[in-house]
T-cell receptor, first 117, second 115 residues
């Protein structure tokens, strides 16, 4: 079974600084996808960034980037120039590549990010 | 931009009562999901649904749960006899196809409180 682990329950960063959130996962699959979701106090789930396991290049989305280390099964999220609006719970998630229906997302425990002004 | 909509936003029910959570997926999406998040815990997969049948379900999704797509737009989650431990945020999600390039769109969730 696939598992996703986020070892940092809480992190804090100063506004305009950079922070890195850690995520590791365990899988025997070779084709899969990794995601970071943001959950603000409104509890909405917002996709931040996505990485395909077959791509060696790390995904980036504006101030958000990942460090994907497939051999180490590590998938960290870097937030640059942190803003107050980045404060939220961040979930790492995994999904196996599957052309058929289903393909559930497996989530980590989450990291609560605080941004200090 | 199209959205997944869920109603109600908050539902309070008494233990033992039946509850139906409603979702309207994005109109051209074909794959539907329910996830649950107990307060302070991780988001957990409940069930996926395609072509009017369940395609996958988790161990959480026992006989007291059921899903249905009663018409062309709604996707519902029914809990037959609610328990205190069913109190959670329930998220509906949909995607246009199961492939990797198709993102999963979440609704804003229904907070279920069982008293």
């Amino acid at each position: 079974a696939q598992t996703v682990t986020q070892s940092q329950p809480e992190m804090s960063v100063q506004e305009a600084e950079t922070v890195t959130l850690s995520c590791t996962y365990d899988t025997s699959e070779s084709d899969y996808y990794l995601f970071w979701y943001k959950q603000p106090p409104s509890r909405q789930m917002i996709l931040v960034i996505r990485q395909e396991a077959y791509k060696q290049q790390n995904a980036t989305e504006n101030r958000f980037s990942v460090n994907f280390q497939k051999a180490a099964k590590s998938f960290s999220l870097k937030i640059s120039d942190s803003q107050l609006g980045d404060a939220a719970m961040y979930f790492c998630a995994y999904r196996v590549y599957q052309e058929t229906s289903g393909s559930r997302l497996t989530f980590g425990e989450g990291t609560q990010l605080t941004v200090n002004p | 931009e199209p959205e997944v909509t869920q109603t109600p936003s908050h539902q309070v029910t008494q233990m033992g009562q039946e509850v139906i959570l409603r979702c309207v997926p994005i109109s051209n999406h074909l794959y539907f999901y329910w996830y649950r998040q107990i307060l302070g815990q991780k988001v957990e997969f409940l069930v996926s649904f395609y072509n009017n049948e369940i395609s996958e379900k988790s161990e959480i999704f026992d006989d007291q749960f059921s899903v249905e797509r009663p018409d062309g737009s709604n996707f519902t989650l029914k809990i037959r006899s609610t328990k205190l431990e069913d109190s959670a945020m329930y998220f509906c999600a949909s995607r246009v196809d199961p492939g990797g390039n198709s993102p999963l769109h979440f609704g804003n969730g229904t907070r279920l409180t069982v008293t």
